[in-house]
Structure formats: C-alpha cells, structure tokens
C-alpha cells in the first residue's frame, strides 16, 4: 500500500454568501475527495468533514497516498480480418493502430470478444505523484461548486463567489506548488479580522484547527456552533429565561462569526404589547438575534447578540444591538394599534376589490368558497357549523392589516390577535391562525377541530380552483403551490383522523368553483357590453355560453394528484413503496382509512406467511384475469372433488365468517392476521389440486374459492404487490 500523508487545502476569500457557505464548503470537500479517488488516489477520510468560516474554506484529510498505483492500460486496436492481410501481413489499420500506441505492430497482443479475434495494447507506467495531480484537484473541486452569483474582481477572467486573496496546499510538511484562481500556495493563512490580523503558518496540516484557534479562528463549524448555543443559553439564563434558538437563526449566526460572542440585550416593556411573533420574526429574520423566552413560552423584554469579537466593551455592544432593533419594533407597534383601529371586521371589504385569480374571482369570492365548505364539512367532523363559517369569513381579513403588509410571514397570526381584540370566541380566533397550517415541511397540522376544518376547506378550494382554472402545476412550475397544498390537505385529512370522503369533498369544492367562474365571465361580460353602451357603441353582445367544469374528470384527476404526493410522505416515514402501492390501488375514499390500511399492511408484511400469501395472491389474481368461463358468485361445496379444496373451501368460510366484524370496524390487522392462518390450506390446494380442470363446473366452483379469498384479501389492500 502506497505511503499516506496528511493533505489541507484552504481557500482564503473575502466574506462568503452566509446562506450559500454549508453548501459551498460541503462540494469542495465532495469535489476534492472524488477528484482524488477518481485519480486512483487512496484516501483515508475518518473522520473528516468540511471546515469553514465566513472567510474561509478548507478541506483537512487525515490521510492521502503520496502518488496514485500502477495506471494500466488496455487498448482495443482492429479485428484480425481487418488487421492483416491474405498473407498474414499488417494492414494500414494495424499499423497506424501500433504507431498510435508508440510500438512496433509484432508487439501487440491479442484477445477474443464475442465478434472474433483482435489486437490490443497492454501497457503499464508508474503512477503520477499526487503533488503534481493537486493542482488540477483543486481546480476541478472550484469548478465544480454551486457558487451563486459568481463575481469577477481585478481585471482576470475567472470568478468565485467572493475574491480569494490567499491558499494553502500541504500534503505532509510540504508546500505544493499551485496557482489557483490567480493566487498562488503557500502555508500561510490568515487570523481574525479585528482580533489577530496578521498571517498564520502551518508546518504540517495537523497543526491547522489549533493554530488557528490561537489566533481566535475556530474554523470547525460545530465548535462554532456548541459555543454560540452555550454562551446564548448562559445569557438567556442570567435574565431569568431560556434562549429560543431555531436551526435556521442558529446556521446563519454560525455562517457569520468566526470567533462568536453571545451578547446579553434588551428593550423596553412596552413593545411586549405587540404580538409576539412580530418581535421574534424582527429579531431573528432581520438581525439574527436569539429571543429570550420566559418559562411559559412568552417573550420577554430580553434578546441575545452575537457579536463576532470579544469587546473590551459589551455594554457598547449591547446598545448598539438594541438601537438597531428599536426602530423595527416601533413600526411594529405602530402599525399594531393602527390596525387594532380599524378593526378585523372592516379589514375584509377591501378583499372585494383584490382579484385573487382573472377566472375565479376576488380573493372575498374565494372567502365566500371557503366559507361554504367549512360550513358543510364541520357537522361531519364535530365542529361547530357556525363557528367554522365565522373563521372562514374572517381568515383572510389580516391580508388588509398594516402588520400583514409589514409582515408577511404572520398572515394569520396576526388575524388571531385582531379576532381576539374584537371579542370573537378564542376557538375562531385560534382556527384562523390554524387555517394556514402546516405552514412549511415539517410543520404540525393545525391542534384545533375548528382549525383543521379551516385548514381542509381554504385547500380544497385552491386545489380544485387551481385544477379547474388551467392552473395544473407542469414540471417545476407551481405559481398556487398547488402540491404543497395538497400535501397539506393530506396530511390535516391523515393526522387528524378525519373519515371524509375525499372524492366528493373535491366534486363539492369543484361544484362551487363552476359556479364562480360562470359569474364572473359573466360580470366581465356585462361590464364589457356597459362600457361599449356608455361610449356610444351599439352592441349585439350577450352572456357568453356556460362553460362547464367538467367535475367527472378533475375530481379522480384531483384525487390521484394528492394520493401522489403522498408517495414522498410515507417513504419518509420508512414505509417501503410496494405497501403503498398496495393500498392506493384500492383508492380508499377517505385517507385517514388509507393510513390505517398502510400500517395494517406493514403488520401483515412482517408475518411469516406474508410472502407466500402475496405471492399466492398474485398467481390467483393471474389466473383470474385469464378465466375463459363466468366465474359463479359463489362456490358448491358439493363440487369440490380434491380433500385440498375441501379442506380450502372450509378454511376460507370460516375467515370470511371471522372477518366480517373487524372489516367493518376497519381493523384490517385482525383481518389480515386471521387471513394468514389459511397459508397452510392455499398451499395444499396449489400443490395438489388443478384449477384449470377440464369440467366447466369444476372449473368454475374452483374459480369462485379463489375469488372470494382473493377479495376479502382486496378489501383491505392489493396485497400481490408484496410479492416481488
């Protein structure tokens, strides 16, 4: 084994896109191990992993060979019937092949593939030393990272993400000799900017992570990041509080320090009149500041910094963190009790004028919708019919709020604070907040019954107004989120446990849509003609004819839409994709009994018998398809000529009998579990008796055994698709 040797390189930048920088650093550390091992050249990452500041990005390998292994080489030239002549002389082929490979044409070898025998040129040399392939490393990694936005800086060709003023390349003690992105190697780094601004030299790559700590680097981002948590939650803890660090706010404070600080902070009571999560979204989306929350979950009067320098002087620190932030929370306020004002009510007469789609109206048409189904759908569920048509109608109001327009990531939020400062009960005002849960991946689907109505109804609306409207998503286009949304559907219709019909849930929400799209070609029409008469124009012009939405068609299209972004939801959850497969097929019409089905499956699959059964269940299906003859409804015991088919036929009567209860309380685990205990039987019957007897009668009864197993299996899934 050749001889290892530790390798760094480090690319020293002006400060790199904070968001950009995880993914930056991860593809040079992919790019210079594949480009490594692509070479030939071994390498012992144990333990290695991408190191990065906001100046910085750099590869540490514990271990690579000092030069690649022997490069074979193999050469297929021509056929022999090409290569030589009638005498058994070169051709022109063979010889230019042999000048090609630097030989005389006597030296070459021959091999044999399936069209015949031919010359080939074997060859082995030395590997290259991997100081010299380097160079070519670590430009092939650059090249190929996502940089967005590449800049250009000076008067050269090349880009990066920002500038590079410096690189250090050593493998073991040595400098290797490189020019990159016009900066040449060496093993000189750099410190912290304020703190320890001057060089920093390596005699060897394991003296990189400590060096530069000593020069108030940490370049190793999880160090970065254990300390910026310790130091905030210390903080938080000294004002009586826990800090609320979110991974995203955290990544970020870790993308833009490199010698962090936690800074304690704080502002005046008074802004805690403004709801919350207009504090908490200033505080991290704006200035990347940890809240400090009390041991309730409510904000209080104090926030974390974090400060890429330790100051002779944090209190400066921490007013300057605090003028920064007052400016934001007085508009905030400002704008809290200008909407308190106005009131939530009066808010939602300017949705009459917002169009939300040209075909489907105004967003308060779209309210209107909504509303109607919430409605009808609460009943079904235990809501109450005329809370859930309140909060629907109120739902969208915050759309009109100043904080909204400010805001905009507390569209329904801050509803729920106008509706309570209103007097509307806590359950509406909680539902319109919930309305738009899960509001990203992996968020909850809304707590309350109220809101998950809400949630379902303001779904089905976009879903079957963006299918009716042209709007479908195509490719990576998707302008009404309409997967997300139905995902968010499915999921609110699963997790809730809500047995709904989906099917006619979309028809209703379709039904309505038509209606709407009608009346307003129609309005458009009318105004259209209004205006022509007003200007004097004489016109012929009448209502346009119906268009009708064809609800047959898009209410399955709709349903297969959403059934197949459940796909990506359960192979998520570890379910294997053919249990899923066999549940869809059956296309259950309420997806709360499709989640139960799913993981009576997963039960099933795991039996002993499960693989013989799916198995057998798929050669019944097969043999089903291809039945020439009408098969009975039901099976003649006096038929049954075989002991197997005797014993089968009473095995499976007494599943059926067994069966019945359970199928109709939808426990499918006690019906597939009790279903399994005929594997003896099945067996028995296709070792021993043959379906396909020549007797129509016979053929038939025995026909009818194997459909009525075959369709108790079917009520509760397409279990053939468990057989490989």
């Avoid at 514990?62 to 019937?81: D, I, M, T």
């Avoid at 493998?171 to 016009?182: D, H, K, R, S, T």
């Avoid at 879903?463 to 949304?485: E, H, Y």
């Avoid at 685990?669 to 396909?692: G, H, S, Y």
């Amino acid at each position: 084994m050749s001889k290892q040797l530790p390798l760094l390189i480090e690319l020293g930048t002006e400060e790199l896109p904070v968001k950009a920088l995880p993914g930056l650093a991860q593809a040079f550390f992919d790019g210079v191990v594949a480009a490594l091992q692509k070479r030939g050249v071994a390498v012992d990452a144990t333990g290695a992993r991408p190191l990065y500041t906001p100046r910085r990005l750099a590869v540490l390998l514990p271990g690579v060979a000092v030069e690649q292994p022997e490069q074979h080489s193999e050469v297929l030239g021509p056929y022999l019937n090409i290569a030589l002549d009638a005498e058994g002389k070169p051709t022109r082929a063979l010889e230019g092949f042999a000048a090609k490979a630097g030989v005389e044409w006597t030296a070459l070898e021959r091999t044999s593939d399936a069209k015949g025998e031919r010359f080939v040129h074997r060859s082995v040399k030395p590997g290259a030393r991997t100081a010299e392939l380097l160079p070519e490393v670590v430009s092939e990694a650059i090249a190929g990272m996502p940089v967005p936005k590449p800049m250009r800086w000076g008067g050269h060709d090349y880009a990066f993400a920002r500038p590079v003023h410096w690189l250090v390349l050593l493998l073991g003690n040595e400098v290797v000799p490189a020019q990159v992105l016009g900066v040449a190697s060496g093993r000189s780094s750099r410190g912290h900017r304020f703190e320890h601004d001057q060089a920093v030299e390596f005699a060897a790559p394991g003296d990189y992570i400590e060096a530069l700590r000593a020069a108030r680097v940490l370049v190793d981002p999880a160090e970065r990041r254990a300390r910026i948590v310790e130091q905030a939650e210390q903080a938080a803890a000294r004002a009586g509080g826990s800090a609320r660090i979110t991974e995203d706010n955290l990544e970020q404070v870790v993308c833009l320090t490199e010698w962090p600080a936690a800074v304690l902070c704080s502002f005046e009571r008074d802004f805690l009149a403004v709801p919350q999560e207009a504090l908490i979204e200033t505080m991290e989306i704006n200035q990347k500041f940890f809240p400090v929350l009390d041991a309730a979950g409510k904000l209080t009067e104090y926030f974390i910094g974090t400060a890429n320098i330790e100051s002779r002087d944090v209190a400066e620190v921490s007013k300057g963190y605090e003028r920064v932030i007052r400016p934001r929370f007085a508009d905030a306020r400002f704008f809290f009790d200008e909407d308190l004002k106005q009131g939530l009510v009066a808010m939602g007469e300017g949705l009459k004028t917002v169009t939300y789609q040209a075909k489907l109206g105004t967003v308060a048409d779209k309210v209107a919708r909504v509303a109607a189904l919430a409605e009808a759908i609460a009943p079904q569920v235990g809501a109450d019919p005329a809370q859930a048509r309140r909060a629907a109608e109120l739902a969208k109001n915050d759309l009109q709020s100043r904080m909204v327009n400010e805001f905009p990531e507390l569209q329904g939020i801050a509803g729920r604070h106008y509706a309570l400062a209103a007097g509307e009960p806590q359950e509406v005002a909680l539902a319109i907040d919930e309305a738009y849960m899960p509001r990203f991946s992996g968020d909850a689907i809304a707590s309350s019954r109220l809101g998950q109505v809400l949630a379902i109804a303001e779904r089905l609306d976009t879903l079957a107004g963006g299918f009716a409207a042209g709007l479908k998503p195509t490719g990576n286009k998707d302008p009404f989120a309409l997967r997300r949304n139905a995902l968010g559907l499915a999921r609110t219709l699963i997790e809730s446990g809500f047995e709904l019909d989906l099917l006619r849930l979309l028809e209703a929400s379709l039904a309505r849509i038509q209606h709407h799209i009608q009346l307003v070609q129609d309005n458009q029409a009318i105004a259209a003609i209004k205006s022509a008469q007003a200007s004097g124009i004489e016109t012929n012009k009448k209502l346009p004819p119906k268009q009708p939405v064809d609800i047959e068609a898009l209410g399955p299209e709709l349903y297969d839409f959403i059934l197949d972004r459940l796909r990506g939801y359960y192979a998520d959850k570890g379910v294997p994709a053919a249990h899923f497969n066999a549940v869809a097929e059956l296309k259950p019409a309420s997806l709360a009994d499709l989640d139960t089905r799913i993981a009576a499956i997963g039960t099933f699959a795991a039996l002993p018998e499960a693989d013989a059964l799916a198995a057998a269940n798929k050669r019944i299906g097969n043999i089903l398809k291809k039945a020439d003859i009408a098969i009975p409804a039901m099976e003649d015991p006096a038929l049954f000529a075989e002991d197997a088919e005797r014993a089968l036929g009473e095995a499976v009567e007494a599943a059926l009998g067994d069966t019945d209860g359970p199928l109709q309380q939808h426990d499918y685990v006690r019906v597939l579990e009790r279903l399994a205990r005929v594997r003896p039987q099945v067996d028995a019957f296709f070792d021993q008796v043959m379906v396909n007897a020549e007797d129509p009668a016979v053929r038939g009864n025995r026909l009818a055994l194997l459909k009525r197993l075959a369709d108790r299996f079917g009520a509760v899934a397409a279990i053939g698709h468990l057989s490989a």
